[in-house]
């Protein structure tokens, strides 16, 4: 929620590189979403700005899981945010702040804990082949064009669902 904790929520995601998430196979990686702005943001703009994008990323369904992480004393607390959006911590949705982790060492400690204990439900998570309709648009003579189907190819977890996507997409 503000610069200040922005150093300890990198931490807590380094906590996750390399054969950490050897087990869990369907997760891609953690990562640290900081922002630069200070404890008073810059004016209120600024603060619903980032509480909206938080909110966003909370929901977003490329993010299986999320810890808010906050200083504890900045204007955009993260108790705020949690009840400005109705978020509901739980499995995959947790807060904290620093200060009453009570220190750097102790949020890193807990915060990846949070996220440990947030792995295997994420991990249950599978990968799909979505496909879209193509827009239709009007050509030049007001006819609509061929319509295509466009296979999204997202980054499959195993070789079956490669080869789908690349027959599907001919």
Do not use: W
């Amino acid at each position: 929620t503000v610069n200040c904790s922005a150093t300890v929520a990198r931490h807590i995601a380094d906590q996750f590189r390399g054969p950490a998430l050897d087990a869990f196979p369907n997760i891609d990686g953690v990562v640290a979403l900081c922002h630069g702005t200070g404890c008073g943001l810059g004016g209120a703009e600024t603060g619903d700005a980032i509480a909206r994008t938080i909110h966003g990323y909370a929901r977003h369904p490329n993010f299986g899981g999320v810890l808010l992480l906050g200083l504890g004393c900045e204007d955009n607390q993260v108790s705020k945010i949690i009840d400005r959006y109705d978020m509901e911590p739980g499995e995959t949705l947790q807060a904290m702040t620093i200060q009453s982790a009570g220190g750097t060492t102790a949020t890193v400690r807990q915060g990846s804990e949070f996220i440990r204990d947030m792995l295997p439900r994420v991990n249950e998570v599978r990968r799909q082949l979505v496909f879209l309709l193509a827009k239709r648009e009007l050509n030049d003579a007001g006819r609509v064009p061929s319509v295509r189907n466009v296979v999204v190819k997202m980054a499959m977890s195993n070789a079956k669902g490669q080869k789908q996507a690349q027959r599907l997409s001919g």
